[in-house]
């Protein structure tokens, strides 16, 4: 069904362009390497292979007048949310030009800023791709060809938008999302909300955590009646 | 919408240079050799290095810029609100404090001059997933501006709550350090973005002015990015330019001549009415007052401007011209800028009114123009519009300005006016000012729309 594939679609392409925002963040700061700038390169091409599919799937259905308005309402919220999300991404990838420009890792006009970050961002790439683990196979002097190819590539991703919006014609203002406003507080099946917490960083964990609580004292119960049992037992025998 | 930052940002971020002289500053202090020393936090389990403590960033300031702890601290603090440097224990409070306080720096991508403005779908991903993490325990603030981002981009939310959840995902696949890092980033970034109420906003800038400059980063320099600067780079070089020494001293002469005509720097007599509510002021500068005051007096000496501008000077003015027979030249003047600021129906009458009575040979006011502009100002007569006599009124101008206006000033008639000019006594201050006098309100011009229409005209009498 065209639909389902659509929003299967939709889905892999706001995942990855999520992955992709995340990696931009830490440009420029301490986790900044050759790496970094690989796993930003194939996240951004796997989001730009995602865009172009999704376009050739919706733009016919759009562009078909003899389908029924409620389809079309569908169509055109997907539509909708399609576009958004390549205009965050495009925006993302325009910024990581300016921060990749500014701060080049060959020859350090500026030192990168120290910010703390300093795992991998390997894991997150890997999502993106929705692949296990991602290998690097960048060498030195990766990070300036990219850049070239990163500006061609947002002047693509620009002509892509300009292009959609002169062939298709969706109103922003007639479509009506689905989700109301507080919709991200029902948890989703397989989105489990459980472990993020206030960000104040001097925080002591333990005491203020009761689902961690919780479990803690299950796990003492259920230790407690071991140990009392044991004790019968060895009383017994 | 995340707009594209090229070419509409790189606008904007041409009028903040404090900006970039904030990032180079922070930028020097990254250095691993001179820069500032960095420390590790120590939470719990997790190790987090690269903080900075207020006492540090003190300290390398004062070193390298040679400056004073006062100038020091207040660097700081301009720092810490712009966001570029964040406090790890009190995040909401963004202020430099001298002690062991521990503060780290902002990741490049949150700087103000890379990700501005602030993008609303941005404000509503972060406050979507704020409200994930904290299960709807947004500030009283918070949720005012996620009601209306919901009403403004309602059919985006799909999206919004999408990337939300996505964006958590990403987040989770790091180590717990880095997270909790990258929170924080974020978290002072919008801070600084969408201040709680009650703090002064660090983004408040003044007028804009309308420069050309590019963005921070060229995309491919085409033909035509070339083409621009070269036609940019030619209309600067055509520009007038006036050495600032000159311009200094043009600046300090007005100011040193206009220093005691000035209401507010040398006061007003009789008095203020604003302040004693007797309008006596207003009454004896009016536009057209019978005796003019001694300020007003001197100030037709300034300039000729000054003198035509003010309608007693002119009418006195123009009785010195007709004592001295060439009183056509300042009538000549005046119907030019009738003309000029007249109806456009009037034109082609005026202009032919003016032409017959002080242009054409033989006319009964004849004015003295030159022959140069008397030739291009006849041929331009063939086709009126209001701008035809700018020539020779320029012409007429000029002649007055060097002759008549200085003799005018050495006039025995000049003289007189000055002599005969009043100079109003102080008003006694009174000891107890508001025991004497009631104030009364003037009633608001709302009450009364019959009466609007005879107001204005009173209003535009007083100066």
């Given amino acids: 069904m065209a639909k389902e594939e659509c929003k299967a679609l939709l889905d892999a392409l706001n995942k990855a362009t999520a992955c992709y925002h995340h990696l931009v963040l830490t440009i420029g700061g301490s986790a900044d390497s050759q790496n970094l700038r690989e796993e930003l390169q194939k996240t951004r091409q796997k989001a730009q292979e995602l865009a172009v599919a999704i376009r050739g799937r919706l733009t016919p259905p759009l562009r078909d007048r003899g389908l029924g308005a409620e389809e079309r309402a569908e169509f055109e919220r997907l539509w909708v949310a399609f576009s958004s999300c390549l205009d965050l991404l495009e925006a993302d990838m325009r910024r990581a030009l300016t921060l990749g420009t500014e701060f080049p890792l060959n020859k350090p006009l500026r030192p990168l800023v120290r910010t703390g970050v300093e795992g991998g961002a390997a894991n997150v790439a890997a999502r993106a791709l929705s692949a296990r683990s991602l290998r690097h196979e960048a060498e030195r002097g990766f ?31 007639t479509v009506q999302a689905r989700q109301a406003a507080g919709a991200e507080l029902l948890a989703r099946p397989s989105a489990g909300v459980s472990s993020m917490r206030c960000v104040s960083v001097e925080q002591r964990m333990g ?27 060895a009383k017994l025998s | 919408m995340a707009a594209g930052p090229a070419s509409h940002g790189g606008l904007r971020r041409a009028q903040r240079p404090h900006l970039s002289k904030m990032e180079r500053m922070v930028v020097s202090m990254q250095d691993p050799d001179q820069g500032v020393k960095m420390r590790s936090q120590r939470l719990l389990i997790t190790v987090i290095p690269h903080a900075v403590t207020g006492n540090d960033i003190m300290e390398w300031l004062i070193h390298k810029y040679c400056i004073t702890e006062e100038e020091a601290l207040h660097l700081g603090t301009l720092l810490v609100r712009h966001g570029y440097l964040y406090p790890l224990r009190d995040p909401c409070h963004l202020e430099l404090r001298l002690d062991e306080t521990p503060y780290r720096f902002q990741t490049p991508y949150f700087w103000m001059s890379t990700l501005w403005p602030a993008a609303e779908l941005d404000y509503a991903i972060y406050l979507a997933k704020k409200n994930i993490r904290k299960r709807g325990g947004l500030f009283d603030h918070e949720k005012e501006h996620y009601d209306q981002l919901h009403r403004k981009i309602s059919h985006t939310w ?9 964006q958590l995902w990403a987040a989770k696949q790091r180590r717990k350090g880095d997270r909790l890092v990258i929170a924080c980033q974020e978290q002072t970034y919008w801070l600084v973005n969408r201040p709680p109420p009650g703090v002064p906003s660090v983004l408040e800038q003044g007028p804009e002015r309308n420069s050309c400059t590019a963005g921070r980063v060229q995309m491919t320099k085409t033909v035509d990015f070339y083409r621009r600067e070269v036609e940019c780079l030619r209309k600067a070089l055509g520009r007038a330019r006036v050495k600032s020494s000159v311009c200094l001293e043009a600046y300090l002469k007005f100011s040193s001549q206009r220093g005691p005509h000035d209401p507010i720097m040398s006061g007003c007599l009789p008095s203020n009415p604003w302040v004693t509510d007797n309008d006596t002021y207003w009454a004896m500068n009016a536009p057209s007052a019978a005796v003019p005051t001694r300020l ?6 300034f300039s000729f401007r000054e003198l035509l501008e003010d309608p007693v000077g002119r009418a006195h003015f123009m009785d010195f011209l007709s004592k001295e027979f060439s009183a056509e030249n300042l009538s000549f003047w005046e119907a030019c800028e009738e003309l000029r600021h007249g109806g456009q129906a009037q034109v082609p009458a005026l202009v032919d009114a003016v032409y017959q009575q002080f242009l054409a040979p033989g006319a009964a006011r004849w004015v003295n123009i030159d022959s140069r502009t008397m030739e291009r100002t006849l041929v331009g007569l063939g086709r009126p519009h209001r701008h035809v006599l700018d020539d020779a009124q320029l012409h007429i101008y000029m002649l007055m300005k060097k002759d008549s206006y200085p003799r005018f000033l050495k006039s025995d008639l000049y003289k007189d006016l000055l002599a005969e000019a009043v100079v109003p006594p102080k008003t006694k201050r009174r000891v107890f000012p508001f025991m004497r006098k009631p104030r009364h309100s003037s009633p608001s011009p709302a009450l009364l729309p019959a009466s609007a229409s005879r107001e204005p005209s009173g209003g535009d009498g007083e100066a």
Wanted: glycine letters at 2%; hydrophobic letters at 55%; aromatic letters at 4%.
């Fill in chain 1, 143 to 173: 990070d300036v060809e990219d850049l070239h190819q990163l500006e061609r590539e947002i002047l693509q991703v620009g002509e892509m938008i300009h292009d959609m919006e002169m062939k298709v014609n969706v109103p922003r203002w």
């Fill in chain 1, 207 to 233: 005491p203020c955590d009761p689902s961690k609580a919780l479990a803690a004292t299950i796990f003492s119960a259920v230790l407690l009646a071991a140990v009392a049992l044991a004790v019968c037992v």
């Fill in chain 2, 158 to 166: 799909d999206l919004v709550v999408m990337q939300a959840r996505e």
């Fill in chain 2, 296 to 301: 007003r007096v001197e100030q037709w000496a």
